[in-house]
């Protein structure tokens, strides 16, 4: 069975800091890995994703994410983050690109302080 | 990028009735729509999968009975929640793929409140 965890429940960055989010994923398989962001009420907005090639994908808002297999881990980064950048993050494996189901971390609460 | 919407964004209702929910994919066919249930404060759990003009695949624990799921159309997936309680409360949140897209797109959520 698949699973994520995010160890990390909250995290507060001062405005400019850099940011990490960790995540630690569980699959038996090549796994597909994806960052979802979501603001209070609502839906999710894909940040970026991760299917095969190059271990350091880009994605939008500025955010990137390394996947590492040895060490089965997917974690965002940001170099500078903006007070916008408050918002729940979750990251989530899936079982192929699209009409697969995915498995949810339990999310990690980003507070931004001025 | 692929657009999914939901409606209604918010819903309250009294306990014993049902719930409609619906969800759109507004610029591409959907072949496969998911279901995903989020208590606050707390992580999505999927509670089926949809394939168009099939039935759904519930997740363990999830009562088919309960959450009725109908995909009859390539742009529509319905969850109706049947005779709901409070404890039905929560966010309920789509998301859909197709054939041309490489991921799932997730629409707003719907925020059911049962009295």
């Known amino acids: 069975a698949q699973s994520v965890t995010q160890p990390d429940i909250h995290i507060t960055v001062s405005e400019g800091a850099s940011l990490e989010l960790r995540c630690n994923y569980s699959y038996g398989a090549t796994p597909y890995l994806f960052w979802y962001v979501q603001s209070p009420g609502q839906g999710l907005q894909l940040l970026l994703k991760?299917?095969?090639?190059?271990?350091l994908v880009q994605g939008i808002k500025g955010f990137e994410a390394e996947f590492k297999r040895s060490q089965s881990s997917f974690n965002l980064r940001k170099p500078s983050v903006h007070w916008s950048d408050a918002a729940e993050y979750f990251c989530a494996v899936g079982a192929g690109a699209a009409g697969n189901k995915l498995t949810f971390g339990g999310g990690t609460r980003v507070l931004v302080k001025p | 990028g692929a657009v999914v919407s939901q409606h209604p964004s918010r819903v309250i209702c009294k306990s014993g009735t049902s719930v409609k929910i619906e969800c759109r994919s507004l610029d591409f066919q959907a072949t496969t729509m998911f279901w995903y249930r989020q208590f606050p404060k707390q992580s999505l759990m999927l509670m089926a999968t949809s394939n168009e003009g099939s039935k759904a695949t519930y997740e363990q624990g999830v009562e088919k009975d309960k959450f009725l799921i109908n995909h009859a159309s390539l742009t529509l997936s319905t969850l109706t929640v049947t005779s709901a309680h409070p404890e039905d409360s929560s966010f309920y949140i789509c998301?859909?793929?197709?054939?041309?897209?490489?991921?799932?797109?997730f629409g707003p959520g719907t925020r059911l409140t049962v009295l």
């Open positions: 998301s859909a793929s197709g054939l041309r897209t490489d991921t799932q797109y």
């Open positions: 991760y299917f095969s090639g190059d271990t």
